[in-house]
């Protein structure tokens, strides 16, 4: 029912919309124009609010304390007591702030708050316009009917529960076994949109890589339920704006007030978005009384149950990451605003980038949007994870009747995200709440992202699972420790659990290691008696961090030189670390690996070896004996290359007593794109007992020296 006119040029620019009490326009607000006027006005209510506390159905009496927004209660001034634990002082945070529009009221006026912590309830004017419970994704409230224009004032109220306990059972409220603050707060953007009919409520971007095109599906509110609707669309590259394509539809609404409108745009010569090159593309959508634009890649994404691998447009493609755990950091002592600094954020993401990671799972919960932004600009795939963990002793166990919502309102927020690759329904739970709720939801994503479901089954045999090898964690199991040398006997394949073999999809390994300790160095509350038996007789805060590094990087390749698993992603990233000596959940049990969050330097041992242990061209000493005998042995050297070129050079294993180089050999090799060789050196321990090591080494594309390091010992 839609048909081609004449295609004619459509003129876009930036429109400011002046507003009184420090309103600002974000950097999506646009008016364009073509044979008629158009407008779309989103005006940004971030800055800082008032804040108080008290009763959850009375506002407070006062206000004496400003907040940033987005941020958490935590960041009052001055600061409230007791944030982010039950306390007999408040039942919720109540916000507010006054702002004037200029302009008469439009006849649609939207507020989105895009995350706010626990429940949130809105009052404009004194009016109550509406509640939205989930905590995790975007509650949008009509108030058209209680918003004043012409230069008169508004008085907006949020009101957010103080804590979990606020929001009801059943709900997924996202309890954490190794957080004790629940902070509150409106932790992302609040929006004010103002358009006019026919409006753009929602617009899903669907790439088509093969047919170089970008099918594009909006949901339109006819309110005044006209019978033609016109849309003129624009397709631009996203950082130069050059226009690609411009054309217009025609569509017969039959006078119905809810219309979708669902067509292809081609794309000539389109250019694939990928971590390696993350070039988007802008599509601008304009009907007669609204306007909306969004970004997009052009790129695909699926698993290879075959091969076991993830496949990105059209090729294998090996992830290699970390963790990002947000709501863990926004409980971290240095965390401050730094979350919703956009350049903070870009650095942070740079960083993981130069540690040759193109991937990253946003873990047990959503960042702000920001985030997602910069990971399209930058370039990760982002295994996004809903905020349920379970196992047996959560005091929550949400249903899939509430469950539901909150996933369908997070695909529809996050399915523009050239990033965001696999919906992760859940954390390491065995329930079949999750497992419904995707069932119920995934044919909305038109792209058909895999999804994952945590120690569940998978729901689908086109979807992966997740693998959490923690050789280490045997010795806080109160189980026989766990050694080294004993990774001689661990095979190529993660475990994984009876319900995640039915489908026997890929496996991300996404969480590796049990060695975390606190960025000041000390043993954390996971891993104190793992170091004991490391260090019978006590050990530095620098033994410490070298046999982590160390350790955590022979992991690494162990389970990436095997190529059994379609990623492997480092836990974490960033998280929290506490090293104080309270019991779990107060003491802090895992932790990320930076020295200052602040600069984001990394802890050099760390960084020095872990980086290695990610590189596309890696390699593997296949050597795990703690104590070996002289004489002459076999010593086997893996090489792999997660790049689609062949790669070619020296690989050279040295034998190594203190500074002294004992022997060195090398071989030539050719790797092919995507393969892997082994390598075998004959190589004499000698008689001389003391400390070794063996050091593989290579140049790899890049022109860095990459090296795999095993210490032993010979008696």
Known sequence: MKKRIEKFHILLFACAFIAAGAISCRQQDHCIQGQRQRHRRVICLDGTWEIGEGA??????????????????????????????????????WYRRSFKLDAKVPEVA??????????TKVFLNGSLVGEHLPCFTPGLFDVKEHLKGHGEENELLICVGANRESVPEAMPRGWDFEKYLYIPGIYDSVDLILTGPPYIVNVQTVPDIDKGEVRVVAEIDNINQGRMIGIDYQVREAATGKIVTDDTIIIDSQKRREVRCDFSIRIPNCRLWSPEDPFLYEVRLVTSGDAIKVRFGMRSFIFDKESGRAVLNGDPYFMRGTNVCIYRFFE????????????????????????HWNSIRYCIG???????????????????????????????QPKSEKIIPEYTEWMRERWNHACVVIWDAQNESVTEETGKAIQAVRHLDLSNRPWENGWAEPQSPNDCVESHPYLFIKEWLGEEPFRFSDIANISGVPYLREQQKKHNVPIIINEYGWLWLNRDGSVTQLTEKIYENFFSEGSTTQQRRLRYARYLAALTEFWRCHRKCAGVLHFCGLGYSRPDKKPLPEGGATSDNFRDVETLEFESRFEQYVKDSFSPVGLMVNFWAEEAESGPRNVEVYVINDLYEDWGGEVTLRLIK????????????????????????????????????FVGGLINSKGETIESIRDFKVN
């Open 658 to 693: 203190g500074e002294a180089t004992v022997s060195e050999k090398s071989q030539a090799v050719v790797v092919k794109g995507l393969g892997r060789e082994i390598l075998t050196y004959e190589v004499d321990i000698p008689l001389e007992s003391g400390k070794y090591q």
């Open 366 to 396: 959503f960042p702000p949007e920001i985030w997602y932004e910069i990971a399209d600009e930058e370039g990760f795939l982002i295994q996004d994870e809903f905020p349920i963990w379970l196992l047996d002793r959560a005091p929550e």
């Open 110 to 119: 939207v507020l989105k708050v895009h995350k706010a912590k626990y429940g």
């Open 332 to 355: 971290d002592s240095e965390r401050a605003d730094k979350p919703w600094r956009m350049e903070w954020v870009r650095r942070l993401h740079q960083k993981f980038k130069s540690m």
């Open 56 to 93: 959850l159905e009375q506002r407070p009496g006062s206000f004496g304390h400003r907040v940033a927004v987005p941020g958490l209660v935590s960041l009052a001034e001055p600061a409230f007591a007791e944030v982010g634990i039950q306390s007999e002082r408040r039942e919720a945070f």
